[in-house]
């Protein structure tokens, strides 16, 4: 399926029949990749869709196809892009990039001056991610909202964040900051370039710094 059979909207209250659906294939997606997520319910989901921050992929024929959505921390001073997921149907079509895009491009409409920012294991994420701009930070540029670091809690990794006092842990921290507000002081690191392999080389790296300090059964967390 190529990506003009798919169509994309921002959420809305004739998507919430899609919400159980949704977080459904969220766990299902982790257990099977082995990985730990921030769990949340159809009502949280339903919510999203309400608030008109969230977006649906459906393919031409109705079909549940993606989702993901915005949740905004440190009173709308950062966003964070959470819960991408495409349906087993749809995977390996292209359709999460056009996903990101659809979603990055709400956020900057809804949170014109927000820094945007996501944390993941996965190279893909990252490739799109630094496409869209983003780019490989330290986790202290990120948001210090408690409620947002509360949601590592239900990690599978969550020791390792602890012991390393939130500083770090096997995601890779990306950040997106507006043009305009962009300044030196901003500890970024050096743009991938957007190769693949490099984002490759950096999860296989902290792998093994992690996996070194913990047993070899952790396994990997993706917050988007």
Not at 82 to 91: E, H, M, Q
Not at 100 to 108: P, Q, T
């Amino acid at each position: 399926m190529t990506k003009s059979q798919f169509i994309i909207h921002t959420a809305g209250v004739q998507h919430c029949q899609y919400a159980e659906t949704i977080v459904d294939e969220m766990a299902l997606s982790a257990k099977a990749r082995g990985t730990g997520i921030a769990k949340r319910s159809p009502d949280y989901i339903i919510q999203k869709m309400m608030e008109g921050k969230a977006v649906i992929a459906l393919s031409k024929e109705g079909e549940w196809a993606g989702f993901c959505y915005i949740e905004a921390w440190g009173h709308g001073k950062f966003v964070a892009n959470s819960g991408l997921i495409v349906s087993p149907n749809f995977r390996k079509s292209g359709l999460a990039r056009e996903i990101k895009k659809a979603v990055f491009k709400l956020s900057r409409t809804k949170f014109p001056n927000a820094k945007i920012f996501g944390l993941t294991t996965g190279a893909a994420v990252m490739k799109i991610n630094s496409e869209l701009g983003y780019v490989p930070v330290s986790y202290s540029d990120l948001t210090d909202d408690e409620e947002f670091w509360k949601g590592c809690q239900s990690c599978v990794n969550y020791e390792i964040l602890k012991s390393k006092n939130r500083q770090n842990c096997l995601c890779t921290a990306m950040l997106y900051v507006p043009k305009d507000q962009k300044k030196k002081d901003v500890a970024m690191k050096k743009d991938f370039g957007k190769n693949l392999s490099l984002f490759e080389r950096l999860v296989r790296m902290k792998r093994a710094v992690f996996t070194g300090i913990k047993k070899k059964t952790i396994k990997t967390f993706e917050l988007i």
